[in-house]
């Protein structure tokens, strides 16, 4: 791994950034970089299958120390002067380590997410697979939907069909039902399905360390017309996104693509989050499609397309794909039906 211009030495203590670097699930490590070497620091009960899976780490018993304090010893004894952390997201008293230590800490953060923000093909064909699971759940799901069932049975269903297929869930299962719709992050309670109502499900499935997410927005018994109506707006403004975008655009135009499609039929007010976040190891990564977000996004990202309307106390539509960033536009690895369905 090359580090940036300037930087001698970093260290990656963050279980994602682990796993991508390695390929290795384990927490308990840290990954310690120092010019042209690699290392990789954990305990005795990891240093045998360590030693199994990865390839170009020396790897390092952390010998009764914390991780980060064998980290410490390993750079002084390198006499590396620039070190770079993940400032994201390391400890406060760890870092106190670093600056007690060493001349100069940087920011390896934005580094290490510029290089997970573009996807290889292995990587991509773990999310093609992982989503491939998701929508073979929805299938089998939809069919299990009957009246009085509560949202906590629903979201269980699509739980059991997930880990029945190899995978885990990728995040907590969202599934509501009528008013509840309205919620963009619903928790699953003991709201019980009635005629009439509209339902919500979000997931998606973890597999080989890479995650899918989907969401399908269907109506149990019979819709009405302003929910119909809503519904052909936000698949028109998923669609309208999908065809318009691709690499090289900014988050924020991204956005705008889904959000002015709405806009013109006067449903913008009730979009309220932004079209879209990346993901592969995590749920969300960075870069997103964001109406705040001037980050342009890089050819091989993998990023949800999600528009959505909530209209408090009534209903909420939101309809999710996932797709591949390409210089001409985006592929769709998304194959559920997007179309509005009815039980």
Known sequence: MKLPDGMQAAVFTDPSNLFYLTGYSNSDAAVVIIRDKAYYVTDKRCLSEAGKYMNGFEIVDSDGESYVSKAVSLLSAKEAETVGVEKDTILYRNYLLFAEKFKKIADVSPYIKSLRAVKSSAEVEKIKAAQRITDETFAVVLGAVKENMTEKELASSVDTELVRRGACPAFDTIAAFGENTALPHAHPGDRRLKYGDPITVD?????????????????????????????????????????RISAGMSGKECDNAARQFLARRGLDKYFTHSLGHSLGIDIHEAPNLSPRSDETIPEGAVTSVEPGIYIDGKFGIRIEDIVLFKKTGVENLTNSDEHLIII
């Open 203 to 243: 997931f998606g499935a973890k597999l080989n360390g890479y995650c899918s997410d989907m969401t399908r927005s269907f109506v149990f018994g019979k819709a009405n017309e302003e929910y119909e109506k809503a519904y052909n707006a936000v698949l028109g403004a998923k669609n309208e996104a999908e065809s």
